[in-house]
């Protein structure tokens, strides 16, 4: 079996939104998804999370700015025959004390970027407008946001 590391981040602001970027290759086309990507070998998953973060939206984040939300395994969907199992990261930052704005830093990968409120992901994933893998739970994703400190 072959283990393969893969993280997201969810960004709050304000406890009531999360940013999202909207896929411009690849798989996906036109769904919104939160950032993430596919850990390096040598680096730890909280490292490949904040410069995937920074190359996708062009902001540099402290790893200490981080904190892991969720954790769990999942098999390769596409196709099970290839035995890989995903070690899913899913980290959380509170977007209040960024520097400054986000943006799209990889205009190849993203078109656009926009700030949604968490009570609008369960309807866009009911519409398919969210990436497959940006799923995370809604009521999780609230019970995290509820928690950042104030």
Request: with cysteine; net charge neutral.
């Amino acid at each position: 079996m072959v283990q393969l590391k893969y993280f997201g981040m969810v960004i709050t602001k304000d406890n009531d939104r999360v940013f999202m970027l909207r896929r411009a290759a690849k798989h996906s086309i036109g769904k919104w998804e939160f950032p993430c990507g596919k850990g390096d070998l040598s680096e730890t998953p909280i490292l490949s999370a904040a410069r995937e973060f920074g190359e996708e939206t062009g902001h540099i984040i402290r790893v200490q700015d981080l904190r892991l939300g969720m954790s769990f395994m999942a098999g390769q969907i596409s196709d099970p025959s290839q035995n890989i199992m995903w070690q899913n990261d899913v980290y959380l930052l509170d977007g209040r004390h960024l520097q400054k704005e986000l943006k799209v830093a990889e205009p190849n990968t993203h078109d656009l970027c926009k700030w949604v409120l968490i009570k609008d992901l369960p309807k866009m994933t009911a519409l398919g407008h969210v990436a497959d893998m940006s799923a995370v739970p809604v009521p999780w994703l609230v019970l995290m946001a509820d928690s950042l400190p104030g």
